[in-house]
T-cell receptor, first 116, second 115 residues
């Protein structure tokens, strides 16, 4: 069964510093991988996704992630953190339900805090 | 993308009562999903609601506890029945706009507190 593991439930970075949020996946088939962001008291917003093709994917708000099959990783990065990046970030993998539908299986989330 | 609204946005309920959460989408979609996000935890899929057929439930979730309706392609409801404090969570609906695009869009969530 497919699953994702997010290392670090809380990450703090200084404003302007590099953001690195880690995600490792387990999948018996080529994975479809996603990063979502959840701002306080809001729903989830898709940041970026990897399905096929280029392994470095760019998303909204300056974020990008690289799919590394050899490392089974899909880490999220941003070169320079902004105060508005403070949020909860979820990595997810597309999996199949028992009924053949497709669903998302989420990691436990990483809360990103930006230090002024 | 899609505009997804949920009602209510939050509620405080008494043990033993039921609450129905509504999810409205501004375009017709085939696939709708209901997730639960317990305090401090990640999202867990409750069920998939397909128009014209019975909802399909994930392991650990049953129709008697979480009945779902899907009367048309833009609307769905999730009822949390006979609530207990353990049901206190955020409940989110999501939709897949374009089958095969592998993108789910989420509503703002309903924050439920059961006393």
């Amino acid at each position: 069964a497919q699953s994702v593991t997010q290392l670090g439930s809380h990450v703090s970075v200084s404003e302007g510093a590099l953001v690195l949020l880690r995600c490792n996946y387990s999948s018996s088939v080529p994975p479809y991988l996603f990063w979502y962001v959840q701002y306080p008291n809001q729903g989830l917003q898709l940041l970026l996704k990897y399905t096929t093709g280029a392994t470095l994917v760019k998303g909204i708000n300056g974020f990008e992630a690289e799919f590394k099959k050899s490392e089974t990783s899909f880490h999220l990065t941003k070169p320079s953190a902004h105060m508005s990046d403070a949020a909860e970030y979820f990595c997810a993998v597309r999996t199949s339900t028992n009924f053949g539908n497709e669903k998302l299986t989420f990691g436990t989330g990483t809360r990103l805090t930006i230090i002024p | 993308s899609a505009v997804i609204s949920q009602k209510p946005s939050r509620d405080i309920c008494q043990r033993g009562t039921s609450l129905t959460i509504q999810c409205q989408v501004d375009s017709q979609v085939t696939m709708m999903f209901w997730y639960r996000q317990q305090p401090g935890q990640s999202l867990t899929l409750i069920a998939t609601a397909n128009q014209g057929s019975e909802a399909t439930y994930e392991s650990g979730f049953v129709i008697d506890k979480f009945p779902i309706s899907r009367p048309n392609l833009t609307f769905s409801t999730l009822t949390v029945s006979n609530m207990s404090p353990e049901d206190s969570s955020i409940y989110l609906c999501s939709v897949e706009l374009y089958r095969g695009r592998n993108e789910q869009f989420f509503g703002p969530g309903t924050r439920l507190t059961v006393l």
